[in-house]
């Protein structure tokens, strides 16, 4: 059975935990203010050795799998530090819906370049380090998927008129 997707669990975990790292993908999108649907968490984190100790230890906590096509439950894996420095795209299953975990998405240079223009916003008294719209945008368009493809026309004109949110 899968989890009930609960974003904001995933997003407290990762606060409490100090991990450093900027929300992308979907998320993101709807935390500007996009009207679209998501069904997981996208995170890039920072990838030096300590923060990737503390996302391990949240991985633990968020008791976090593999997300595997016909593998009900998700696959357990060693998420070590290293182990995890070493994969840069992780597609996990955890007790509160999806987390993706990417180092370098498309069209961006990682969690530095994120960084830089990152929107801190506050979901439900949760500090969350949210990229900018712009490198939403940057990024989906890089991407070139076609469920991008079809929210980039939305995401554009929210660019182009300011819109945006800082808390929910």
Same mark, same amino acid.
């Given at each position: ?8 669990a ?8 100090g991990?450093?790292?900027?929300l ?11 009207p679209?649907?998501?069904?997981? &968490?996208d995170i890039?984190p920072?990838?030096?050795l300590?923060?990737l100790?503390? +996302?391990?230890? %949240?991985? #633990?906590?968020?008791? @976090?799998?593999?997300r595997v096509t ?17 994969v ?20 961006t ?9 990152? &929107?801190?916003m506050?979901?439900r008294g949760v500090?969350?380090p949210?990229a900018? +719209?712009?490198? %939403?945008? #940057?990024?989906?368009? @890089? ?11 939305t ?12 808390e929910?």
């Amino acid at each position: 059975m899968t989890p009930a997707f609960v974003p904001q669990a995933i997003l407290a975990a990762l606060d409490r935990g100090g991990v450093k790292y900027v929300l992308i993908g979907g998320l993101a999108a709807i935390l500007h203010g996009a009207p679209h649907l998501t069904t997981d &968490v996208d995170i890039v984190p920072q990838e030096g050795l300590r923060n990737l100790e503390r +996302l391990s230890s %949240v991985l #633990r906590e968020l008791n @976090a799998r593999i997300r595997v096509t016909g593998e009900e439950g998700g696959v357990p894996f060693n998420h070590d530090a290293e182990s995890l420095r070493r994969v840069r795209i992780w597609n996990l299953e955890t007790d509160h819906g999806d987390l993706d975990i990417t180092f370098v998405p498309s069209g961006t240079q990682g969690y530095e370049d994120l960084r830089r223009d990152v &929107v801190p916003m506050k979901v439900r008294g949760v500090d969350v380090p949210v990229a900018s +719209l712009a490198d %939403v945008i #940057r990024s989906k368009e @890089a991407a070139g998927r076609e469920r991008d493809r079809v929210v980039l026309p939305t995401l554009r004109r929210m660019l182009e008129a300011g819109e945006g949110r800082s808390e929910l």
